[in-house]
Structures are given as structure tokens and as C-alpha cells.
């Protein structure tokens, strides 16, 4: 049985691999062709326009794992219809950049078609002993679930292979769980799926990329995984309620981080600007792609705990968590990702310097 189910892993993960790598260079044309360029500015880090429809590649990688390895069900067709709706809202944005209004209107219909037609919700929590029913609030509260994780992965795609990086190290941890625990359900392919579409995504777009993911895949990334984690809320309430936002830890903090960051500033919360966690490691002579890859190895740190966690060993998970929770405390202090702590013009003054 085991071997099977290594067999079955290990052919969703290579065919969707090869079919994203091998599709890549055609979206790339296309993207050129319509002219959907992610073009350079004083925020953004590259120096040259590059194709940004990346996302669609993912998505179609996605739909060939659905139709060789999925099952139908009133909760996939659900999952179908919202994602399509998420995709053409990033495409559209791709191409001509949209009122930001306009694109939470596409994120929330996804998500209400996810809760009121899959009736995907959370519904209770049950961790640390105590025990939450949500009841009819349940339905606001996945919708903010879902939306959250669509705008977590929009905001870390900041530098070449980060996203798309951090969302393998999801899939490649929700999957492993999932064999532990021998839950082989919808949850198990639509995880190997995306594992194998984000890899064959990741040949293209590691440093230095040759195409970005555009909103059409941080939306799409960011939903995929959302549904995932509820999938698993309706089987295991502990480790599906911490398990997905540990791994997810970068992303979260990144967010939380800005929000504390432009609301002590008196900006808007949507405000743009190059404090996020990605630039403060840059403003320290990291490059980017060291950046990248140090980010990688934090979130493979949390995925490790968290498997531990899963192996009946939390004491030896709670320590990791601890230790990582305090290089991450330090990071705040030692940086301006949330106050300015008086480096903010001399980061500037050297980044100059080094230009």
C-alpha cells in the first residue's frame, strides 16, 4: 500500500512538472505578445521588463493533475469555478493592471463560491484543550481565511523564486502529512498537483527569472492554498488550524509586519513601500538570490517543526518553534520591517553607495 501511494505521488509530481516546465516558454511568448510585462519601477528589484503570466502556466498544470488524477464532486467543482474566476482576475490584471476593488471583488466571489456552494468552512477549533464552534460565523471567518492567504502570497512576491518557493515547501509539508496520517483524499492530489505545477514554475522563475507568477499566481497560489488547509480543517481540527499558518510563517509575518509597520507611520495599509522582509535582508549586502534561498531554509525550519510536531515529538516541534519565534524577534529589532529604529538613512546612504 505504501509503495503505492509513493508510486501515485511520484507520477502527479512528475507530470505536472514536466507538462509547466515544457509550457513555460509558450506563455512567455504570449505574455510578450499582449504585452503583459511586469515593467521596473523604484520599487521593484529588476532591472528590465519580464513576462508576468506565469500563474497561468501554474493553473494549467493544475487542471491536467484534475483531469488524470482527481475525482468529481460537488466540493471540486466548487474549487473549479472559483479558481477560474481567480485566474482570470490575475490574467486581466497581468495584462492591464485593475482597480485593486475591482480584484477583491473577483478574490471574494472565489471565496464565497468555495463556503456557500462546496460548503468548505471552518467550523470549530479544537487545540490546547479548548474547543471553539464557530457556528453561523463560521462562514465570515473562512471567507477571511481564504482572502488572508491570497493577499499573504501577493504580498512576499517580491523577489525572483520566493513565492513560488515558499508555496513548494507548503504542498511538499501538507503532502507529507497527508501520507503520515494516510489521508490520500482530495486534499492529497490537489497538494501533489500544485507541488509538481510550482517546481516546473520555479525552473523559469528562480533567480534570475525569465518570467514572474503575476497576480495570477500569487491569487491563484494563495487560494490553492487556503482550500488545501480547510480541506484538511474537515478531518484534523489541531493540526490543520496550526500546521498550515506555522509553514506559512514568512508570508504571515511579512503581513502583519507592513500593517503594524504603515498604521505606526500614519499611511494606509495598502500603502506600497521597500521595508518588507525580502528588502530588509537586501539593505544588509545579502544578494538576491542568498535572500531567497535564506528565506527558503527559515520556512523549511517551520515545515521540519511541524512534522515533528505530526510524529507525536511536539516537545521537540515547540522548541524549534521557540527558537525560530526568536531569530524572527530579533530580525524585527535589529531591522525597520516594523519600527524605525534610526537605520532607515543609513540603509539608504549604503544601498546608494553600492549602486
Do not use: W
Not at 528589484?45 to 488524470?68: S, T, V
Request: charged share 15%.
Amino acid at each position: 500500500m505504501f509503495n503505492e501511494v509513493i508510486m501515485r505521488t511520484f507520477l502527479i509530481v512528475l507530470v505536472t512538472f514536466i507538462f509547466v516546465a515544457l509550457i513555460m516558454p509558450s506563455i512567455k511568448k504570449i505574455a510578450l505578445h499582449i504585452e503583459a510585462l511586469d515593467v521596473p519601477n523604484a520599487r521593484k528589484i529588476h532591472k528590465k521588463p519580464i513576462p508576468r503570466l506565469g500563474g497561468l502556466g501554474m493553473y494549467l498544470g493544475f487542471l491536467l493533475g484534475y483531469m488524470l488524477f482527481g475525482e468529481t464532486s460537488a466540493i471540486m467543482n466548487a474549487i473549479l469555478i472559483s479558481s477560474f474566476i481567480i485566474i482570470l482576475t490575475g490574467v486581466i490584471d497581468d495584462i492591464k493592471p485593475i482597480k485593486p476593488s475591482t480584484k477583491f471583488l473577483g478574490q471574494l466571489a472565489a471565496a464565497c463560491i468555495i463556503v456557500f456552494y462546496g460548503e468548505i468552512l471552518l467550523k470549530h477549533i479544537d487545540a490546547f484543550g479548548i474547543y471553539i464552534d464557530f457556528g453561523i460565523f463560521a462562514y465570515p471567518l473562512t471567507i477571511f481565511f481564504i482572502l488572508g492567504c491570497i493577499n499573504c502570497m501577493n504580498f512576499i512576491d517580491g523577489l525572483d523564486g520566493l513565492a513560488a518557493g515558499i508555496s513548494s515547501i507548503y504542498f511538499l509539508t501538507i503532502g507529507i502529512i497527508a501520507i503520515i496520517q494516510n489521508k490520500l483524499g482530495l486534499d492529497f492530489t490537489l497538494t501533489f498537483t500544485m507541488l509538481g505545477s510550482t517546481l516546473g514554475f520555479l525552473v523559469h522563475n528562480f533567480y534570475p527569472a525569465t518570467i514572474f507568477m503575476g497576480d495570477s499566481g500569487s491569487m491563484f497560489l494563495g487560494f490553492i492554498i487556503s482550500v488545501i488547509a480547510l480541506l484538511g480543517f474537515k478531518n484534523v481540527t489541531m493540526t490543520s488550524f496550526i500546521i498550515p499558518l506555522l509553514i506559512l510563517a514568512i508570508p504571515i509575518l511579512d503581513v502583519i509586519f507592513a500593517i503594524l509597520r504603515r498604521t505606526l507611520k500614519g499611511q494606509k495599509i495598502s500603502t506600497p513601500d521597500k521595508y518588507h522582509i525580502h528588502h530588509q535582508l537586501l539593505n544588509r549586502n545579502f544578494s538576491e538570490r542568498t535572500v531567497v534561498l535564506i528565506i527558503y531554509a527559515i520556512n523549511i525550519l517551520f515545515a521540519m517543526a511541524s512534522i515533528i510536531y505530526i510524529l507525536k515529538t511536539p516537545k521537540i516541534g515547540y522548541i524549534i518553534y521557540g527558537i525560530l519565534l526568536m531569530i524572527i524577534l530579533l530580525f524585527v529589532i535589529k531591522t525597520n520591517v516594523v519600527f524605525d529604529n534610526g537605520k532607515e538613512k543609513k540603509e539608504t546612504k549604503n544601498k546608494k553607495e553600492r549602486e
